[in-house]
């Protein structure tokens, strides 16, 4: 058996071209959500101590996530 048929690398670099696409647009989704927002979340999260404000930004990045997975996924 061929070692090129054994061990296929294409699926492997394609899930980490996605991942790398993925990361990059949720990165690009938080900052711009940031920036439309009148306060600074990481201020208020990390300084503030708003936990509320953390459990929706965590929402906000499972959301994002499901977006960008469903459009990569096709």
């Known amino acids: 058996m061929a070692a090129a048929t054994w061990f296929n690398l294409h699926p492997l670099i394609n ?22 927002t009148p306060w600074r979340m990481w201020k208020e999260i990390i300084d503030e101590h708003n936990i509320a404000l953390a459990v929706i930004v965590g929402a ?14 096709g």
């Not at 899930?15 to 439309?36: E, T």
Request: net charge neutral; aromatic share 14%.
């Open 15 to 36: 899930s980490i071209v996605y991942s790398v696409v993925g990361f990059v647009m949720l990165g690009l989704g938080f900052y711009v959500y940031d920036k439309l």
């Open 60 to 73: 906000m990045v499972l959301g994002i996530s499901n977006i960008i997975a469903a459009a990569i996924s």
